[in-house]
T-cell receptor, first 115, second 112 residues
Framework: EPEVTQTPSHQVTQMGQEVILRCVPI?????FYWYRQILGQKVEFLVS????????KSEIFDDQFSVERPDGSNFTLKIRSTKLEDSAMYFC?????????????FGAGSRLTVL | DAKTTQPTSMDCAEGRAANLPCNHS???????VYWYRQIHSQGPQYIIH???NNETNEMASLIITEDRKSSTLILPHATLRDTAVYYC?????????????FGTGTRLKVLA
């Protein structure tokens, strides 16, 4: 069964450092998403991406965050200058269509720990 | 904000059916109801979705009321591995774009 692959599975970084989380969505999918989950809290929407641009972003997704699909297969989330409160699980998801039934497939997540 | 409300937690005996309710009273006519689950901190796992009719797959059944304001996810024979947080999600549409907002879900504990 097709999977969404995320790397790294766990990253530890110092506050203020840049972090790039990588995702390989399912190959024929066109819509891409990032979510995050702070330990013990709910899964929060960060950003959606379609046709090489951001479709929508949440208030969490401030100027420190950016997304990119650099080569047609990878979908990356960059945090420019990490803060302690960025420590969380980050989940990438993709889907094949926007209208109608639109099942998101999630990756296993990348755990980010900011020290 | 999530467009769904669910009980915070439920227990179910192993081997029995687990019935997880969800209210989505503001759902629009063409929006689907999706169910996912999350085991520990793993990525949310898709279970099932439906529009109007009841649906069944190898994991679960989904019963949607005729007015579509609520639904119930049924795990017919719950096992210990079904212990997870279950999320009922209705897509949120704003300015022509779509996003899926997770609520707090129902924490299902399957008891031996």
């Amino acid at each position: 069964e097709p999977e969404v692959t995320q790397t790294p599975s766990h990253q530890v970084t110092q506050m203020g450092q840049e972090v790039i989380l990588r995702c390989v969505p399912i190959s024929n999918h066109l819509y891409f998403y990032w979510y995050r989950q702070i330990l013990g809290q709910k899964v929060e929407f960060l950003v959606s991406f379609y046709n090489n641009e951001i479709s929508e972003k949440s208030e969490i997704f401030d100027d420190q965050f950016s997304v990119e699909r650099p080569d047609g297969s990878n979908f990356t989330l960059k945090i420019r200058s990490t803060k302690l409160e960025d420590s969380a699980m980050y989940f990438c998801a993709s889907s094949s269509r926007g209208l109608g039934a639109n099942v998101l497939t999630f990756g296993a997540g990348s755990r980010l720990t900011v020290l | 904000d999530a467009k769904t409300t669910q009980p915070t937690s439920m227990d179910c005996a192993e081997g029995r059916a687990a019935n997880l309710p969800c209210n989505h009273s503001t759902i629009s006519g063409n929006e689907y109801v999706y169910w996912y689950r999350q085991i520990h901190s793993q990525g949310p796992q898709y279970i099932i979705h439906g529009l109007k009719n009841n649906e069944t797959n190898e994991m679960a059944s989904l019963i949607i009321t005729e007015d579509r304001k609520s639904s119930t996810l049924i795990l017919p024979h719950a096992t210990l591995r079904d212990t997870a947080v279950y999320y009922c999600i209705v897509r949120v549409t704003t300015s022509g774009t779509y996003k899926y907002i997770f609520g707090t879900g129902t924490r299902l504990k399957v008891l031996a």
